[in-house]
């Protein structure tokens, strides 16, 4: 028996022991590996998939198909949390208001089934900001990957040997992330943000980020080896021109080249939330964790400048 295959067996068994599960299923690698897994157990599975405007279309796209690969049952349930002030006004804990919202659209279906929630988050999220899994924790949502402390590059192997068509997948966070801390989060913004990113990938790029910072300015992050590219779409002003007629003021390349979780960048420590790996997540036998610590703190975003 290989590593992978005996990394799946622990996997399938970990999840066979927690009985019935909806996995929160985003159709990336991580939560398409989990209900790959699941979907070995024998148990009674589900996906589930938040359709809102921070999703875009092409990852719910994606969600169906690998679900339909998977062959596991799957849901897709409209979320609210657009209509919550906590996470429009995009302070550094959003996301935590953006799960917390998730998990209340999914617990009563894992209460009608008898089933235990379980999410993608793998032991190396455990190390980056995500107030997220806090929301997780209150929630008691259980974390296989993590559990089994499977690394990112891990469930990219497991992803191959499941023969999932994600396996290689870019990394992509909900459309949300890409708007500048304590710049409201609209439906408006994220559409244009999604419309900005299809707009380079219908014409080659690779992988790429659009961040909308203050006074409506675009900072586009593509890989490095795709500077040329993007810099000739200049030359005429077509890119310039196709981002303001979207209702971006200012279009700007980022020299770093593409940075997953630069928006993080400027948060101070006390803003950061971060569980070590040191540190193991509550089993399904553990109570769950009630604090309500406010994860916020005064944040300073540098205004950009034309």
């Known amino acids: 028996m290989t590593e992978v295959q005996s990394l799946a ?4 068994n970990h999840l066979k022991e927690m009985g019935g599960v909806v996995v929160a299923f985003s159709g990336g690698v991580d939560s398409s590996v989990v209900a790959a897994a699941a979907d070995q157990t024998g148990c009674d599975v589900v996906a589930v998939t938040a359709q809102s405007p921070a999703v875009a279309g092409w990852q719910l796209d994606w969600a169906r198909r690998v679900a339909e690969q998977i062959g596991i049952a799957h849901q897709i349930v409209s979320t609210n949390e657009s209509e919550r002030s906590d996470y429009r006004r995009n302070h550094a804990d959003r996301c935590f208001y953006c799960k917390q919202t998730l998990y209340e659209f999914l617990a009563p279906i894992a209460s009608q089934r008898g089933a235990t929630i379980v999410s993608g988050t793998n032991f190396d999220d455990l190390g980056d900001h995500r107030p997220g899994i806090m929301a997780g924790t209150e929630a008691r949502v259980q974390t296989p990957l993590a559990d089994l ?13 499941f023969g999932l068509e994600n396996a290689e997948l870019p990394a992509s966070p909900c459309l949300a992330s890409r708007i500048a801390y304590h710049i409201e989060v609209t439906p408006e913004r994220l559409k244009r943000v999604e419309k900005a990113e299809a707009w380079l990938r219908d014409r080659g ?18 890989p490095r080896t795709e500077f040329a590219m993007v810099l000739d779409w200049t030359q005429n002003n077509d890119l310039v021109a196709s981002f303001i007629t979207m209702g971006f003021r200012y279009v700007t390349l980022e020299l770093g080249g593409l940075s997953s979780g630069s928006q993080n960048r400027g948060l101070s420590e006390p803003e950061l939330v971060q569980l070590s790996s040191a540190e193991s997540l509550p089993s399904s036998s553990s109570s769950p964790t009630r604090s309500s610590q406010n994860v916020e703190s005064s944040l300073n975003i540098t205004k950009a400048h034309s």
């Open 205 to 222: 790029v690779s992988d790429c980020r659009v961040r909308l910072h203050a006074d409506e300015l675009a900072r586009i992050e593509v």
């Open 149 to 161: 402390k499977i690394s990112k590059t891990q469930v990219r192997e497991l992803a191959a040997h």
């Open 9 to 12: 067996e622990q996997l399938i």
